[in-house]
Nanobody, 120 residues
Framework: QVQLVESGGGLVQPGGSLRLSCAAS????????RSWYRQAPGKERELVAI???????NYADSVKDRFTIYRDNAKNTVYLQMNSLKPEDTAVYYC??????????????WGQGTQVTVSS
């Protein structure tokens, strides 16, 4: 069964840190572009960080130098280390896997999301 399961969300004070995890099952995560998105109430879902299957990581300007995406291929897991958290980082965070295929529709999977709340 193909699945992406996020964990690690919660309530944290401004300036604090959290590490989100996204564990994949049923497929080889490293063959896909792995990314984190977030969606705050009343806003559209936005890309936070991406780890391409081949290439360099990239980040939204709002999280550069604070967030780090990294992976553990042996565990089929991707992580998002979030430091110096701000109230505006409050959102539901989603993990996504995408595989582009030449001449065919891309394959993509989403996790169920994990809530991150930054508040004092």
């Amino acid at each position: 069964q193909v699945q992406l399961v996020e964990s690690g969300g919660g309530l944290v004070q401004p300036g604090g840190s959290l590490r989100l995890s996204c564990a994949a099952s049923g497929f080889t995560f490293s063959s896909y572009a792995r990314s984190w998105y977030r969606q705050a109430p009343g806003k559209e879902r936005e890309l936070v960080a991406i780890f391409p299957s081949g290439g360099r990581t990239n980040y939204a300007d709002s999280v550069k130098d604070r967030f780090t995406i990294y992976r553990d291929n042996a565990k089929n897991t991707v992580y998002l280390q979030m430091n110096s958290l701000k109230p505006e980082d409050t959102a539901v965070y989603y993990c996504k896997a995408v595989r582009l295929r030449s001449g065919a529709p891309s394959i993509e999977y989403w996790g169920q999301g994990t809530q991150v709340t930054v508040s004092s």
